[in-house]
């Protein structure tokens, strides 16, 4: 059974620096494109970025670019996302998700994380 477990959500206040971790069981990590979401109370889920198989290619948003990143430890099974100079409107869940292809559409991911809270305070 395919497991994505993510971690490190929290309360902090703005301009503060989150990392969240996702770690991956059931699945051959290293094969698979790993990507980061986000959802927003009252709005649709929202595409962060994403990195390749082996950590080579990563690709971000806009709204994120130059404040996230994104890397991964295939040993661990895991991949993180730095966030930094957190803003109140990065206040949502942030999901994990996993597929072997790179940059599916959202519905054609093949795994998903529960998601952990960030909630970031003016």
């Known amino acids: 059974q395919v497991q994505l477990v993510e971690s490190g959500g929290g309360l902090v206040q703005a301009g503060d620096s989150l990392r969240l971790s996702c770690t991956a069981s059931g699945l051959e990590f290293g094969a698979y494109c790993m990507a980061w979401f986000r959802q927003a109370p009252g709005k649709e889920r929202e595409f962060l970025g994403t990195?390749?198989?082996?950590?080579?290619?990563?690709y971000y948003e806009e709204p994120v670019k130059g404040r996230f990143t994104i890397s991964r430890d295939n040993a661990k099974n895991t991949v993180y996302l730095q966030t930094d100079s957190l803003k109140p409107e990065d206040t949502a869940v942030y999901y994990c998700?996993?597929?072997?292809?790179?940059?599916?559409?959202?519905?054609?991911?093949?795994?998903w994380g529960r998601g952990t809270q960030v909630t970031v305070s003016s």
């Open positions: 990195i390749s198989y082996n950590g080579f290619s990563t």
């Open positions: 998700a996993a597929d072997r292809t790179w940059r599916p559409s959202m519905n054609k991911f093949a795994y």
